[in-house]
Antibody, heavy 118, light 108 residues
Framework: EVQLVESGGVVVQPGGSLRLSCAAS????????MHWVRQAPGRGLEWVSL????????YYADSVKGRFSISRDKSKKSLYLQMNNLRTEDTALYYC???????????WGRGTLVTVSS | EIVLTQSPATLSLSPGERATLSCRAS??????LAWYQQKPGQAPRLLIY???NRATGIPARFSGSGSGTDFTLTISSLDPEDFAVYYC??????????FGQGTRLEIK
């Protein structure tokens, strides 16, 4: 059974930093592109970033480019999102999602909540 | 960036009725569109990919159609568990991967 479990979400002040983690199991982690997708409270879905299966390619939404960094560790079967210079508009539930090899998301975690507030 | 516009924003129907949800792209995306269902407090679930292919385990009452800029998700006969928010998503021209703003399907 595919499982994605996010962690690391907390309350942080504007300008602060945070690292989110996503532990993957139930599939061959090294074979798949992975994504972060976020959802602000009461709002829709926003794609944040992706990393290729081998970590060699990364892409970001314009709203986070230059502030967020995605990475992965195959030995730990984990995905990460380093978030710097956080803004109030980054407040959201952050989901880790598996790519079904077609830039669609076939499995999602339950999300971890990031709140940026002073 | 490709903008996806979903309509209506809210759809009120009764169990057993047919639901038709629309998603329009700001430019042609061929058939590279997916549909997701999200229930309160849950992560989204993939229903349809490449416009018309049902994902694993998705009931046959869900179907997708369309190409180019206009797409439709149809639920042939609404089950009580189908009342949720539905999002479309495109992968034709990325980054960024983009979502529609959602259609809320509520019980009438």
């Amino acid at each position: 059974e595919v499982q994605l479990v996010e962690s690391g979400g907390v309350v942080v002040q504007p300008g602060g930093s945070l690292r989110l983690s996503c532990a993957a199991s139930g599939f061959i982690f090294d074979d798949y592109t992975m994504h972060w997708v976020r959802q602000a409270p009461g709002r829709g879905l926003e794609w944040v970033s992706l990393i290729s299966w081998d970590g060699g390619s990364t892409y970001y939404a314009d709203s986070v480019k230059g502030r967020f960094s995605i990475s992965r560790d195959k030995s730990k079967k984990s995905l990460y999102l380093q978030m710097n210079n956080l803004r109030t508009e980054d407040t959201a539930l952050y989901y880790c999602a598996k790519d079904m090899a077609m830039r669609y998301f076939d499995f999602w975690g339950r999300g971890t909540l990031v709140t940026v507030s002073s | 960036e490709i903008v996806l516009t979903q309509s209506p924003a809210t759809l009120s129907l009764s169990p057993g009725e047919r639901a038709t949800l629309s998603c329009r792209a700001s430019q042609s995306i061929s058939g590279y569109l997916a549909w997701y269902q999200q229930k309160p407090g849950q992560a989204p679930r993939l229903l349809i990919y490449d416009a018309s292919n049902r994902a694993t385990g998705i009931p046959a009452r869900f179907s997708g159609s369309g190409s180019g800029t206009d797409f439709t998700l149809t639920i042939s006969s609404l089950d009580p568990e189908d009342f949720a928010v539905y999002y479309c998503q495109q992968r034709s021209n990325w980054p960024p991967i983009t979502f529609g703003q959602g259609t809320r399907l509520e019980i009438k």
